[in-house]
């Protein structure tokens, strides 16, 4: 009887190989959707922000832009100065972030902690940060940085007092 030897042919190398090859065509596939719809939330962010600041200066009302853990939304202050959610607004409507994001906001150059608007009774009278975009054109100077750490990409969406907002890959 011959004697088998040890060892894989060829056939079963290149079988491993384009298992291998797939997998990380998926996964490379994967990352780059990320990325590419992070970047695309967060260019949106601005946007809309740019936005909502001009609406608040041609409608003479002022708004809060409100920055949750997971999304932001969209307040106009009426005239008692309390701030009420935007109905039937398709622009300014609520939206969320992609899911991971790790955001960190500085409001006047200190340091928030981000609450969600329903938790905010459990977390000792912390409130959800607001951002105010006022029917002067002024805009409350901060700067929120957005993390995915799928990939260590940090995004900073900044807004200046005189009302420009601007949006940047971190270095």
């Given at each position: 009887?011959?004697?088998?030897r040890a060892g894989?042919?060829?056939?079963?190398?290149?079988?491993?190989?384009?298992?291998?090859?797939?997998?990380?065509?998926?996964?490379?596939?994967?990352?780059?959707?990320?990325?590419?719809?992070?970047?695309?939330?967060?260019?949106?962010?601005?946007?809309?922000?740019?936005?909502?600041?001009?609406?608040?200066?041609?409608?003479?009302?002022?708004?809060?832009?409100?920055?949750?853990?997971?999304?932001?939304?969209?307040?106009?202050?009426?005239?008692?100065?309390?701030?009420?959610?935007?109905?039937?607004?398709?622009?300014?409507?609520?939206?969320?972030?992609?899911?991971?994001?790790?955001?960190?906001?500085?409001?006047?150059?200190?340091?928030?902690?981000?609450?969600?608007?329903?938790?905010?009774?459990?977390?000792?009278?912390?409130?959800?940060?607001?951002?105010?975009?006022?029917?002067?054109?002024?805009?409350?100077?901060?700067?929120?940085?957005?993390?995915?750490?799928?990939?260590?990409?940090?995004?900073?969406?900044?807004?200046?007092?005189?009302?420009?907002?601007?949006?940047?890959?971190?270095?």
């Open positions: 009887m011959p004697s088998r894989f042919t060829l056939i079963e190398v290149m079988v491993v190989v384009v298992i291998i090859t797939i997998v990380l065509g998926i996964v490379t596939l994967n990352v780059d959707t990320r990325q590419d719809d992070v970047a695309e939330a967060v260019r949106r962010l601005g946007a809309v922000a740019r936005l909502a600041s001009e609406e608040a200066v041609l409608r003479s009302r002022d708004l809060a832009l409100q920055v949750e853990p997971d999304g932001y939304r969209f307040l106009e202050r009426d005239e008692k100065g309390e701030a009420t959610p935007l109905e039937g607004d398709e622009v300014l409507r609520p939206r969320q972030l992609p899911e991971g994001l790790e955001l960190s906001l500085m409001l006047e150059g200190e340091p928030v902690v981000l609450v969600a608007e329903d938790a905010s009774d459990d977390k000792e009278g912390q409130r959800p940060a607001r951002i105010f975009l006022l029917s002067s054109g002024e805009v409350t100077p901060f700067e929120l940085r957005l993390k995915d750490p799928y990939n260590d990409v940090v995004w900073v969406v900044a807004g200046e007092l005189t009302g420009a907002i601007t949006v940047e890959k971190a270095p």
